[in-house]
Structures are given as structure tokens and as C-alpha cells.
């Protein structure tokens, strides 16, 4: 039965099959949902990830010596630190007074004299220790196969050995709290293997009866004082910081476990089970370390708690969590050779870089995508993603491993909305909520402002004021960007837009409404009598000065702070009208809103990014910024035809230009295209994104390794598939969203299907196709209710069903 013939039916009766009912205990996909290797990890980047939000690990899968390197959501070096500049606000005014004067120059130089202090930075999230299964030489072995299992959230390494099959499994369970590892052999009493943990520094390991005891303390050593820092303008006090410990416990079905040195020996068994967890001192309500918590009691007793549990049952439990949440959203997409899905991932993603495609590849990595979300974001995580997610094995990690707010962690969460799985947004909202508490202090030190900011770079201990390695990054990218804690209220009253969930929409509503409140006391009146942010700027692009020709960033007014003053704005006014509540903030806003100069188009047809017709320094800039309107907030639609085209010509010309260098940025053009509708140019960006910025283990790499273009890619090919950001009317009324149906489908994946896509409005819906257009589908919400779709070009009136 056709779509086209019973559109106003909802439920196509070929779909009640395949549709159907409830997430079962395996998903739907007839891919294989697997990542697999015919060798060893030879290094970090080809180690795969397991994690349950707080604790994480890098599996090597090493024959002869495995390597789990681990991590603790919460193991950060440093300390609480805020600089404040002094008289900040009475400098500002002077740069503000100095660029409507039209002095950016002089305007740049007195900021970053004026409204800059040390230390300019904060320390780095560490890893926790390295788990090391030492088995001697292994002499001779072959069937080795090394694999991670997103369908049950398992890695699992086998190979023979001789007579003997070796088994290792091992995952991270969110219900108990605890790394679970089992070595398993076919030849019972055979296995001999010893185990240790080490850690680089801070830290001492002993062995006591079957367990490992591994306690520690961050002590941090000022460069002045002979240790490192990697930021110039310094990263906080030395010290005793914080505390952490680990707790490992070996069980044997037969054999012994006897203490060597720091380490187990075990000898004789046909099975051993290694349970570990860890904890630190880290105390989410303070945003700090808090001495009243004891890491070592508190890792002892999580692992007291698993380890009464025989290994099928914590097996069974997590599984029965994992799936619960994986297996909500299956996708499928014809048209992989059946000689590549036999292939290791590594050769397949090989075979992909030589030029060939693979839509099962690509549906492997949406998977992916959701798989690491859940492993660095669920409970029982109390801090959300960071620039790696949860996995990270430099003592010093890439940008700190920080929460970058002027588009990474935003990008993190891109597909907990779409992609079904809105749990992971709970240890966001409870680190923002802190947050923008804090930063009530420093909109009024700074601003003398109510309400709340937060800037380009911060961490778990809730740096609110502006923070970058050196004076001059922390004037260019945070005292110049006021506006990031902004852009991610405003995204989290998206994220609200896909459920409805009243509750959460309350608990949202102070964050909005302080977000507002600062940007409405620091909106300033330019010369022509519009309101706009002074100083401002386009994430990490320079213009050439007219005047001095130098390279230049500082400016008033910025495409990309004019929309994301509008995002603000539109969050807490409609926010507020659904709450119905707080009037006098929506008077406000709409008095503000009056005054707000529009975006402009530049005599080349583009949209400008700042607003003078500068010349950019680099026209293939990674950042994208003054195109946040048009994607993620959609204030740029067909709805709008000129600043429509102006902000595709933008985009192809930055393209043309080599944007879209680095992983994250290339996930942003696929969504981008995406929202254009043009499926070809969406799918030609994810190739690239694999071919270019793709590790062995399937990591996005920015370079080195950063999650955000994981995320980001995986909520591109939703975004592909189904939209549902463009708002309808009916008689004149608000009829809520349209759900759009493989708005982007590109020509490469002529069939397939996907099940439990979340829509806004709080749909979830089902779609399959042939040929490029849609042959059956199905929209589920909590109540039957009138929803608008477009399916093969087709717009109808329908209504939900029930799960």
C-alpha cells in the first residue's frame, strides 16, 4: 500500500508489522550494529570506548597484555578561580564609547589592557588510571576478533590460543556502577594472568586479600614552581586538590587470587570476573571538591554492591538498562555491498577514503553517535559531556577537555532530542543550573547587570568569568563572547520543544529568564538607534581593520549575537506564554525586540557577518557563527527568501574557501545542508566527514579527537530524515510543528528505514522508503492529536496514535 493513497489514514497497514509495538531486546536493524577489528588497538585512537556517563574506559584488546585506560567524569586538576578585571564595567563603557567612535582598533588594544586578568585559564580533567590484564607471551593464536557491540553495549575480544578459545567481555554498568570485566577460557583451570593499576602520578596502588586499592590526590605545581601549565596566562594554585580512589575486586570460579606486590596474581582459574568502580571528592552542589565526602568509602561501597551479584545478573541488569534506552531508534539504509559489511571497520572506513560509499557505514555511525552520548551522559552522570565526552588519556587534555559553549557543548546535545534520548540532557540541566547561579555574581561584578553569563570556556568547578590560554584569547574569545550561556539556554528550550514536558520547561524557565535579564541590561544603543551587543564578535574570524589594515576581531553588533539575542529573546517570550507566567519580562523583550537592527546582506549577496562590509581574513573559517539563524535556530527559513539565499551563498562560499576543515565544523554543514533540504550536498559533507575527520575507532577528530563532530554528525543524518522545526498555521491559528519526512534524502540511500525519530511536539515517528520516497510511516504520542506531516511532497492533517 502506498503512502500517497492513504495519507490521511496515519497508520499505512503495511507499517503495523514492522512498526509495531515497543523496543524489543535487540534492535530492528538488519545491519550489523558493530564496531570490529582483525587486530590489536596499536594505540589510543584505535581503542574502543565503553562508558555508563561517569565512569569510562579505552579497550585495547592486546592479547598478551590488555589495556582498560579509564576515566571519572569528575577527576579535574585545579580548583574554584574567577578573575575579575578590576573596574571592568567603567573600562567597557570606554570600548564601547571607542567603536561606536569607529576606533576598533584602539577599542581591541584598551579591552585587552583593561578588561583582562590572571589567571587567564583554569587545569585540565585527568584521566583516572590505566587497568592492565598482564598474560604473559602468547606464543601462537589466530581467530583473534576484537569488537564493540552498540547493541548491548559490550566490547568483547576472542581469539585462539593454542586448544584454547579466549573469551574477554567486559562493560560499564549505569544500574551497579561498575567497570565489569570476565576473562573466560574453554579449558577450564587454565587461565594464569596477573593484574595492576597504575597511575602516572598522585596516586599509590596496594593489594589487599582480592582487591586493588588505588587512592590519590591531585597536587597541582605552578610552573613558577617547576610544573606545567599549558596555558601562558596561567591555570590557577598549586596544591592538594582533589581526591579520588578506585576500588578492584577479582573473583575466580576456581583457583586462587593472591596479592604480587601492588598487584593480583590469578593462577588455575576457568573464569575470573574483575569488577571495578571509583569515585573523587568532586560535590556537584558546591561546584567544588568537599572534603566531607570520602572517595575511598564511597568506591568501596559501590563495589561491595556489585560484587554480591553473581556475573549474569549484572550482566542481565545492564542490559536490561542499556537497551531499554539504545533500542529505541533502529535505522537502516539499503545499498552497501555485501562485500564491504564483512569487512573490518577499520578496511571499510579505508574503502570509503578511497572514494567508494557505504550507507551502512554511515547508519553505523549514527548509532555510534547516540552509543557515546549515552556512555558520557546518562545517570549516573552528574556532569554533562565534555570536549571528549568522558574519554581522555593526556593528564593535560586538548583545550582542557573543557565545556566550550560557542557551539561544542551545544553540538553535544544535538542528538538527544531527535535521535530519542532525552535522559542525557538531566547532568546538563543540573551543571547549568549551578551555573547560571554562579553567574549571577559575575553579570553583576562585570555588568552590573541582572540576571546571569557565562563565556566561551568553563568546567565543573563553574568558572563564570572570561577564561582562554593567554590575555589576549581570554579578551578575544570571552570577554567579546558574553552571549554563550545564552546560546545554550536557549538550545535546552529546543531540546523542551521535542517532549512538551511541563516540568522540565519549569525547572528551564529561571535559566531563560536570566538569560534574557542580562542580555536586556547589557543590549546598548548604537549610533542608529538600534540595540545591540557592544563589544561583539564572530567566534575565532578576523576581519581586516579598514583603518590599519592588521587583523581584527572586535566589533558591535555581530550577525552571530544579533541571532542568538533573538533565540534568547523567542525561548523566554514563548516560554513565559506557556508557563503563563512573568508578563512584565515579555513587555521587556518585545519593547527590545522592536529596536533590534535586522541581519544584512552584503553587495555580494551574502549574509554579513559583522556590521560593516569587513573583509575576512580567512573566507574558509572554520566557524560558521553568523549563520546560528538559520541553523540550530531557524529564524533564517524559505519564510524568508532573501536572507534564505544569502545564508546559502555564505555557506557555499565558506566551503568553497576550505571550510569545514576540522570534524565538528563538517558535521555542522551536514545539518546545515540538511535544513536547506539538499540531501546531495548534506550526504557529500558526511562523506567528508568520515573520509577526513574519522579516526580508526570511529572518533571524530578536530584534530586530536573531540566528540562534538560524533554528535554533530549523528544528529545531521536525523536531520536528514526528518524535520520538524517549521511551524504551521491553520485558519489563522497556530497548528504546532510540521513533521517533515525525509526532507534531505539523498540519491545514495534509495531505501531503507528507521524507527523512534523524536519530533517536536512530542511525536515519535517511523518511516520507511523505496526508490527515495516514503512507502510507509507511523506518528506515536502520549495522546492521539492533530499533526500536521509532508510526505512525498504531499502536506496532510493526520492524527497520532498511541505507543
Known amino acids: ?225 617547576g610544573g606545567f601549565d599549558d596555558n601562558a596566562g596561567g591555570s590557577g594554585p598549586g596544591g592538594p586538590h582533589m581526591k579520588f580512589a578506585g576500588r578492584l575486586q577479582v573473583r575466580v570460579d576456581r583457583g586462587k587470587v593472591t596479592a604480587a606486590g601492588d598487584g593480583l596474581r590469578i593462577d588455575g582459574a576457568g573464569e575470573a570476573v574483575i569488577l571495578f568502580t571509583a569515585a573523587t571528592d568532586y560535590n556537584l552542589s558546591k561546584l567544588d571538591f568537599d572534603r566531607a565526602i570520602d572517595p575511598a568509602r564511597t568506591s568501596a561501597d559501590m563495589l561491595a554492591k556489585a560484587a554480591g551479584k553473581p556475573w549474569p545478573e549484572l550482566l542481565e541488569r545492564h542490559l536490561a538498562e542499556y537497551r531499554a534506552m539504545f533500542n529505541r531508534v533502529s535505522l537502516q539504509l539499503d545499498g552497501t555491498d555485501a562485500s564491504l559489511e564483512k569487512l573490518p571497520t577499520g578496511a571499510r572506513l579505508a574503502a570509503l577514503r578511497k572514494g567508494g560509499d557505504d550507507p551502512g557505514l554511515a547508519a553505523l555511525y549514527f548509532q555510534y553517535g547516540r552509543y557515546l552520548l549515552m556512555g558520557s551522559s546518562r545517570r549516573p552522570a552528574r556532569l554533562p559531556a565534555n570536549l571528549q565526552g568522558i574519554w581522555s588519556d593526556r593528564m593535560w587534555a586538548a583545550w582542557e577537555a573543557d565545556y566550550h559553549l560557542n557551539i561544542n557543548l551545544q553540538m553535544n546535545y544535538w542528538p538527544a532530542g531527535p535521535a530519542n534520548l532525552p535522559e542525557t540532557v538531566e547532568p546538563l540541566m543540573d551543571w547549568l543550573e549551578l551555573l547560571a547561579s554562579r553567574g549571577r555574581e559575575s553579570a553583576q561584578r562585570l555588568y552590573g547587570s541582572d540576571g546571569w553569563v557565562a563565556y566561551l570556556a568553563t568546567n565543573p568547578f563553574g568558572r563564570v568569568t572570561p577564561s582562554a590560554s593567554t590575555k589576549r584569547s581570554q579578551f578575544l574569545n570571552g570577554v567579546l563572547d558574553p552571549l554563550c550561556g545564552a546560546w545554550m539556554a536557549a538550545q535546552l528550550f529546543d531540546f523542551y520543544q521535542f517532549s512538551g514536558d511541563r516540568a522540565f520547561l519549569e525547572r528551564l524557565y529561571p535559566i531563560l529568564q536570566g538569560a534574557s535579564e542580562f542580555v536586556l541590561d547589557t543590549l546598548v544603543t548604537a549610533p542608529d538607534g538600534t540595540l545591540v551587543i557592544a563589544p561583539s564578535t564572530s567566534p575565532e574570524n578576523h576581519y581586516i581593520d579598514p583603518k590599519t589594515k592588521g587583523k581584527i576581531r572586535i566589533t558591535a553588533g555581530s550577525a552571530y549575537h544579533q541571532s542568538l539575542v533573538k533565540a534568547i529573546f523567542e525561548a523566554t517570550d514563548r516560554a513565559a506564554a506557556i508557563l503563563a507566567t512573568d508578563p512584565a519580562m515579555r513587555r521587556r523583550i518585545a519593547e527590545a525586540t522592536a529596536k533590534l537592527p535586522k541581519l544584512k546582506i552584503g553587495a555580494d549577496g551574502r549574509l554579513m557577518e559583522w556590521a560593516e562590509p569587513y573583509q575576512e581574513v580567512e573566507p574558509g573559517h572554520r566557524h560558521m557563527s553568523h549563520l546560528v539563524g538559520m541553523h540550530p535556530f531557524y529564524q533564517i527559513t524559505p519564510a524568508t527568501p532573501d536572507l534564505w539565499a544569502a545564508a546559502r551563498k555564505s555557506l557555499d562560499y565558506r566551503l568553497a574557501h576550505g571550510g569545514g576543515g576540522t570534524g565538528w565544523s563538517r558535521a555542522w554543514t551536514i545539518n546545515q545542508f540538511a535544513t536547506f533540504r539538499d540531501g546531495e550536498a548534506a550526504h557529500e559533507h558526511l562523506l567528508a566527514l568520515l573520509r577526513r575527520s574519522t579516526l580508526p575507532n570511529l572518533f571524530d577528530v578536530c584534530p586530536p579527537f573531540q566528540i562534538d563532530g560524533n554528535f554533530g554528525g549523528c544528529a545531521g543524518i536525523a536531520e536528514m530524515l526528518l524535520q520538524s522545526h517549521q511551524r504551521v498555521t491553520r485558519e489563522g491559528t497556530d497548528a504546532g510543528f510540521l513533521l517533515d519526512l525525509l526532507p534531505a534524502l539523498p540519491k545514495a540511500w534509495p531505501g531503507g528505514s528507521v524507527k523512534g525519530l523524536r519530533a517536536r511536539g512530542g511525536f515519535v515517528v517511523d518511516i520507511a522508503w523505496r526508490d527515495g520516497k516514503v512507502t510507509d510511516y507511523q506518528v506515536r504520542s502520549a495522546k492521539p492529536r492533530d499533526v500536521t506531516v509532508r510526505v512525498n511532497g504531499e502536506t496532510q492533517k493526520i492524527q497520532s496514535i498511541r505507543p
Open 1 to 225: 500500500m502506498k503512502a500517497s493513497s492513504i495519507l490521511p489514514a496515519l497508520v499505512l497497514l503495511g507499517a503495523i508489522h514492522a512498526f509495531g509495538g515497543e523496543a524489543s531486546s535487540s534492535p530492528s536493524s538488519l545491519q550489523p550494529l558493530q564496531l570490529w577489528y582483525d587486530k590489536p588497538a596499536a594505540n589510543w585512537n584505535e581503542a574502543l570506548p565503553l562508558g555508563n556517563g561517569r565512569l569510562g574506559a579505552m579497550v585495547f584488546g592486546n592479547p598478551a597484555k590488555e589495556r582498560f585506560q579509564l576515566n571519572e567524569e569528575s577527576l579535574w586538576a585545579g580548583c574554584p578561580i574567577q578573575s575579575y578585571p578590576p573596574d571592568f564595567l567603567k573600562h567597557l563603557n570606554e570600548v564601547r564609547r571607542l567603536l561606536f567612535a569607529g576606533h576598533n582598533a584602539e577599542a581591541h588594544a584598551y579591552g585587552e589592557q583593561n578588561l583582562t586578568a590572571t589567571p587567564t585559564s583554569f587545569r585540565s580533567y585527568e584521566p583516572l588510571a590505566d587497568l592492565w590484564l598482564d598474560f604473559g607471551r602468547v606464543p601462537t593464536m589466530d581467530g583473534y576478533r576484537r569488537e564493540l557491540d552498540l547493541a548491548d553495549g559490550l566490547a568483547r575480544v576472542t581469539f585462539r590460543q593454542g586448544d584454547a578459545t579466549i573469551t574477554r567481555e567486559a562493560f560499564i554498568s549505569a544500574p551497579d556502577n561498575v567497570l565489569a570485566v570476565r576473562v573466560k577460557t574453554d579449558q577450564p583451570g587454565t587461565l594464569a594472568f596477573t593484574v595492576n593499576l597504575t597511575r602516572a602520578r598522585n596516586a599509590t596502588v596496594t593489594a589487599a586479600g582480592d582487591q586493588l586499592h588505588l587512592d590519590g590526590q591531585i597536587v597541582d605545581v605552578e610552573k613558577k614552581d
